[in-house]
């Protein structure tokens, strides 16, 4: 998929993005908290001049190899997307890497160079598919394609709680925002958090 342009930067201007949703939730995400979110939101920090690391350029370059390599093993007629998405009442917006055509589906696309990091769906990958599926109305569910030593996929429904929980603390960070209150409250303390073995909340799957 190609990287983020100027269309996709305007569309996350004063919005969170799902893949940023983690950072506001109680698992917390392995790359960023809650003041980084803060920041890019409040102009601090410029998305566009925030360089990606190696894997994530790696990540980059291999995802349409991925998706295409997964259309084939899965049997899905696929299609890659560009666009971001823009929730039509909450400051949130998600850029899915590819739709399953006739079914209704997003497909999410990860590489990763630690395998055993991807034993279980890591929780802020959910919480991204989460989102993605709000911003996305009609679609049922997000396919999460992994490449970790092999090739592994999810399928997440749409789940109401976790939609509830994700936009009370959507709207608690863009009101932090307004505000001018750097979100201490929320800021998870990355080292306490197992970055690579965390579990999809039962409480959101059962």
Known sequence: MPPLGPANFLAR?????????????PEGHPYQDARDVWDRISGVKLAEDVLPSPAMRIGSILEPAILEAAADLYSWRVRANARTLIHPTLPLVATPDGYVLNAR????????????GWI???????WQAQAQLMC??????VWVVALAG???RWRVERNATA?????R???TLIDAVADGTPPEHLIRDRSTIDTWNLDIPRSLTE
């Open 13 to 25: 201007e004063g919005r969170v993005s799902a893949s940023e949703v983690a950072a506001l939730m």
């Open 105 to 116: 589906e997003l497909v999410e696309v990860k590489w990763s160079g630690n395998p055993t």
């Open 120 to 126: 279980n769906l890591p929780a802020h990958v959910y």
């Open 136 to 141: 996305a109305p009609g679609y049922r569910a």
């Open 150 to 152: 092999r090739m592994k």
């Open 163 to 167: 939609s509830r929980r994700i936009a």
């Open 169 to 171: 603390a959507v709207r």
